[in-house]
């Protein structure tokens, strides 16, 4: 019988804390697509001011985050974005960009840091002599954390170094920036200074940070103008929608102090199980919340069956391929919920059993 859950799949899983529901049954809220609702405009002003940018929208998703940004930077028919091959614009967001904006993604290889070569960046750039045959280079596209490469973080200095590439050569910078606020904690850097160089941002509100639901977009009033018609366009435009960005308000004045937490037990799962005979970790890849690993091919599991023991003791993750797992800490992962996760791992994996009787 399963005594406990212990939900590693995602930060996206977090359940919000009474102090969200109680702001949430008491939020004053009006309807936002006739004029703002207060609530919202709260939270937009907010992250305006801690992103340095000078407006923000309020959106359902990450998804609809990065949509509406690459849709208005690449507002002309035949624009090309550049995207790292691994980002979660071109793997995970169903090729919107392309098959509701018509825009043509260009991918450059993501190296194992999230970057993307800046030389490879700039060799991807069409030459506007080019115009008769190239789709026109319109927007470049960063990531940070980048989740597909174990929620590295993107240094200020080549965010910067990208930025520069851009402007000289008349380009946008758009910033997936879902994790950005693990980024901040992690480098020791404000995130108006790391998103400094970007023309806008999508912060998700549901991840880390622990909010029921929702993402905001960042950049100047003039981009967010544009956002908000493409919100209404694409069904984004929601009434009386400070109920949610109470929640999200709480969510940024209490869990951005819990996130250093949530790396330093990731930092800890991640030393444990490189110490479990039959796992392969690079805990010094391990920046923030966001460990992947392999099972050795001369262990008796593949990621699928290990997922399913894992489950039947409670232990969700997510399986990344046949021999590769990845788990995401949060704020409602407790350290005990850490050392019985290295527990059912080392009795999975070795049979042999802790003083918890695992
Ligand atoms: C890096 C990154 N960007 C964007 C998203 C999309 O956010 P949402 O799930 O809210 O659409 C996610 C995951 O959810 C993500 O990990
Ligand atoms: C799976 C992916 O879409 C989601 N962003 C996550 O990190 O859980």
Redesign the pocket.
């Known amino acids: 019988m399963i005594t406990r859950t212990v939900d590693l799949r995602?930060d996206?899983v977090t359940k919000p804390t009474e102090a969200m529901r109680a702001a949430m049954a008491a939020a004053v809220v009006d309807d936002d697509v006739l004029h703002h609702d207060p609530t919202a405009l709260r939270l937009e002003t907010e992250m305006a001011r801690i992103t340095g940018k000078e407006a923000a929208v309020f959106v359902?998703?990450?998804?609809?985050?990065?949509l509406i940004s690459v849709l208005v930077h690449c507002d002309t028919r035949g624009s090309e974005v550049i995207l790292g091959d691994n980002?979660?614009?071109h793997i995970?967001?169903n090729g919107g960009i392309s098959t509701i904006g018509g825009v043509h993604p260009r991918t450059v290889k993501n190296n194992q840091d999230g970057t993307m070569d800046i030389d490879l960046i700039e060799a991807a750039i069409r030459d506007p002599s080019g115009v008769l045959v190239y789709p026109t280079t319109r927007l470049i596209c960063l990531?940070n954390?980048?989740?597909?490469h174990g929620g590295r973080c993107l240094s200020v200095e080549y965010v910067d170094k990208v930025g520069e590439l851009a402007k000289r050569h008349g380009l946008k910078l758009h910033i997936?920036?879902?994790?950005i606020f693990n980024a901040s904690v992690a480098l020791g850097i404000p995130v108006h200074r790391l998103v400094q160089a970007a023309d806008s941002v999508?912060v998700?509100l549901?991840?880390g940070l622990g909010a029921p639901v929702?993402?905001v977009i960042v950049g100047s009033k003039s981009f967010i103008a544009k956002a908000k018609i493409l919100r209404k366009t694409l069904g984004g435009g929601m009434r009386q929608v400070g109920i949610l960005c109470a929640a999200a308000l709480v969510a940024v004045q209490e869990n951005v102090v819990k996130l250093e937490g949530d790396h330093k037990k990731a930092k800890i799962l991640a030393e444990g199980l490189s110490l479990i005979k039959g796992i392969k970790v690079d805990v010094a890849s391990v920046e923030t919340n966001i460990i992947f690993f392999d099972i050795e091919e001369s262990s008796k599991f593949t990621a699928e069956k290990l997922c399913k023991y894992l489950e039947e003791h409670g232990i969700l993750v997510m399986q990344e391929g046949p021999l590769s797992i990845r788990i995401v800490l949060h704020h409602q992962i407790s350290e005990s919920d850490v050392q019985y996760t290295l527990s059912c791992f080392q009795h999975a994996l070795t049979g042999v059993q802790d003083q918890n009787g695992i």
């Not at 359902?60 to 990065?66: E, F, I, Q």
């Not at 954390?145 to 597909?148: E, L």
């Not at 997936?176 to 994790?179: I, S, V």
């Open positions: 995602s996206t359902p998703s990450g998804t609809m985050g990065n980002s979660h614009i995970y967001e990531e954390t980048h989740a597909n997936d920036g879902a994790r999508s998700c549901s991840k929702g993402s």
